[in-house]
C-alpha cells in the first residue's frame, strides 16, 4: 500500500516563527502537493512539485515555499507564521501518469498563536 | 481549466435509505473524475475514480457513481446508507499536463446518518 506520512498531526507555533511542515511517500512518485483545508472552502492548493527540485506555484502560494531535495520527501515551509495560516495542511502524492489519483497523508492540523 | 461543483454543502439520510451525492464538472475534453472520503480528524481516501472504460463505477464500501457526459455530471449513490458513512465527500476531476496531473477539488459535502 501506498504510504505518505506527514511530520506532525498537531502543531502549535507562534506569531512570526519559521515553520516546517514535512511529507514523505514511499512508492517513488514523481508529483507530490501541498494543499490547506479550511471549513467551507474545500481543498486549496498551495504549491506541487513533478520532479526533484522543481516547484509550481499553486493556487494560494503567499507566505509560503517548499523544497524536494529528494523524490520522498516534500517540505512546505511557512517563514513567518501568521494567523491566517492556521489551518489544516495535506500531503499528497501521485504518480503522475494519465488517470493516476492521489494519495493523502493523515493532515497536520497547526494553530498560529 | 477544470472546476467542479459540488450541489450540496450538506445532505442528511436516514441509516438505510439511499445516498445522492451530487457532482457536476466542466471540461472541453474526456476527464478523470473521482471520489474521496474523509473521516474527521483523517486524510482523504479514494472512494472510487472514472477513467473511460465504464461509465458506472464501482467503489469501496457499496459506492457506485455514474458518469454522464450529456450532463457533466459525475453523481455518487449508495443504496442503503450505513452510520460509518458520516463523513466529507469531495468530487474531483484531473487534468493531465507536461508537469503531470493537476488536480481540482470540490468544497465537499458534508454527509450526515441518522440513526
Known amino acids: 500500500d501506498v504510504k505518505v506520512t506527514q511530520s506532525s498531526r498537531y502543531l502549535v507555533k507562534r506569531t512570526g516563527e519559521k515553520v516546517f511542515l514535512e511529507c514523505v511517500q514511499d512508492m517513488d512518485h514523481e508529483n507530490m502537493f501541498w494543499y490547506r483545508q479550511d471549513p467551507g472552502l474545500g481543498l486549496r492548493l498551495i504549491y506541487f512539485?513533478?520532479?526533484?527540485?522543481?516547484?509550481e506555484k499553486g493556487d494560494i502560494p503567499e507566505g509560503y515555499s517548499v523544497s524536494r531535495e529528494k523524490k520522498e520527501r516534500f517540505s512546505l515551509i511557512l517563514e513567518s507564521a501568521s494567523t491566517n495560516q492556521t489551518s489544516m495542511y495535506l500531503c499528497?502524492?501521485?504518480?503522475?501518469?494519465?488517470?493516476?489519483?492521489?494519495?493523502f497523508g493523515p493532515g497536520t492540523r497547526l494553530t498560529v498563536t | 481549466a477544470q472546476s467542479v461543483t459540488q450541489l450540496d454543502s450538506h445532505v442528511s439520510v436516514s441509516e438505510g435509505t439511499p445516498v445522492l451525492l451530487r457532482c457536476n464538472y466542466s471540461?472541453?475534453?474526456?476527464?478523470?473524475l473521482f471520489w474521496y472520503v474523509q473521516h474527521p480528524n483523517k486524510g482523504l481516501q479514494l472512494l472510487l475514480k472514472y477513467t473511460s472504460a465504464a461509465t458506472l463505477v464501482k467503489g469501496i464500501n457499496g459506492f457506485e457513481a455514474e458518469f454522464k457526459k450529456s450532463e457533466t455530471s459525475f453523481h455518487l449513490t449508495k443504496p442503503s446508507a450505513h452510520m460509518s458513512d458520516a463523513a466529507e465527500y469531495f468530487c474531483v476531476v484531473s487534468d493531465f499536463l507536461n508537469t503531470g496531473n493537476q488536480f481540482y477539488f470540490g468544497t465537499g459535502t458534508s454527509l450526515t446518518v441518522i440513526p
Open positions: 471540461s472541453s475534453y474526456s476527464p478523470s
Open positions: 499528497a502524492s501521485s504518480s503522475g501518469g494519465t488517470n493516476a489519483e492521489q494519495y
Open positions: 512539485s513533478y520532479d526533484v527540485k522543481m516547484k
